[in-house]
């Protein structure tokens, strides 16, 4: 099953823990929002790790099903890819 999960987290370390989670299961496509392909075992995985790291009285993560029919009909506008600054990069 394909996911968009959005998260808000208000304390930076927290912050830095589920975008490193959500980056073991799918691809950042903004700044706060990842796409995951899981299976239904990888999912519980994935929101089982997120939820030991949040807070949830200050916290809010997302999980969003994506089905075929709406991945068909996403539209960008724009690049549509997401350049994270704070990945490595090489200057050539």
């Given at each position: 099953?394909?996911?968009?999960?959005?998260y808000?987290?208000?304390?930076?370390?927290?912050?830095?823990?589920?975008?490193?989670?959500?980056?073991?299961?799918?691809?950042?496509?903004?700044?706060?929002?990842?796409?995951?392909?899981v299976?239904?075992?990888?999912?519980?995985?994935?929101?089982?790790?997120?939820?030991?790291?949040?807070?949830?009285?200050?916290?809010?993560?997302?999980?969003?099903?994506?089905?075929e029919?709406?991945?068909?009909?996403t539209?960008?506008?724009?690049?549509?890819?997401?350049?994270?600054?704070?990945?490595?990069?090489?200057?050539?």
């Open positions: 099953m394909r996911y968009l999960v959005v808000d987290i208000c304390d930076s370390k927290r912050l830095y823990r589920v975008a490193k989670i959500l980056k073991d299961y799918g691809e950042r496509v903004q700044k706060s929002k990842f796409e995951v392909q299976s239904a075992s990888s999912f519980q995985a994935m929101y089982s790790r997120i939820a030991e790291v949040i807070d949830a009285d200050e916290d809010g993560v997302k999980y969003i099903p994506l089905c029919k709406c991945q068909a009909k539209e960008i506008i724009g690049l549509g890819e997401f350049v994270d600054p704070d990945a490595d990069f090489q200057v050539l």
